[in-house]
């Protein structure tokens, strides 16, 4: 496959190394090549079986408008523009795209909302609370790996409200625990990323599995089907 890479960051760079190991060619384009999404016209897009994206949350809302409005492929690991999801999905859909997006491309972090949303059922009067732990220069708190665990708790558990504590920390790619406390006992689970490949693969695997495919998913869709 030919991918395009949006973002030069640390994560751009280390899904391009996975890609490559992959077997992939790779062309990776960084924000001075991109200003509003100006590199991406169709003829440049046309030679791209899928385009992944780990940019900001505004230039990923932009890099996005102009690769599905061209029937595009696109994985999209940047978090904080999700505001703008339903906007994304009616674009991929009426242009015959297709965008799938996470926030959390780990295969961890998968199981993790899986064990969580069946620790919400299983521990019902328990009170739940996150706290999130990432690099000094993420730029949303809390995390989308955050909210979406608060989001799994509180639908799996009817009324209850669970609070995210944020903190950055210097190059810390990303820590989350689960804190579930009661009068008589406490339950944690977490999850620790070691570095940035983690989140690499799952964002190429998902480019594997886009390619040729036209509709929009999260990632939490379909990550137990990837090869």
Known sequence: M???ILGRGKTGTQVAHVARE???????????????????TAPFLAGFEAVIDFTTPQAAVQNMRACLANGARVVVGTTGWYA????????????GGALLYSTN??????????????LAL???GYQFHITETHHATKLDAPSGTALSLQRILESA??????????KREGEAPGLHLIEARSGNDSITLAHEAFSRRAFAEG?????????????????????????
């Open 2 to 4: 030919l991918l395009l």
């Open 22 to 40: 992959r077997g992939h060619s790779v062309r990776v384009v960084g924000e001075e090549e991109n200003r509003g999404a100006a590199a991406l």
């Open 84 to 95: 703008q999801l339903r906007d994304m999905r009616d674009l991929a859909l009426r242009k």
């Open 105 to 118: 491309f780990s295969v961890g972090v998968q199981a993790l909302f899986r064990v969580a949303r069946e």
């Open 122 to 124: 299983a521990a019902p």
């Open 157 to 166: 558990s009817p009324g209850l409200k669970v609070e995210i504590a944020s």
């Open 203 to 227: 964002a190429v695997r998902a480019a594997e599995w886009i390619a040729g495919r036209s509709g929009c998913w999260d990632f939490e869709e379909i990550f137990s089907g990837l090869k």
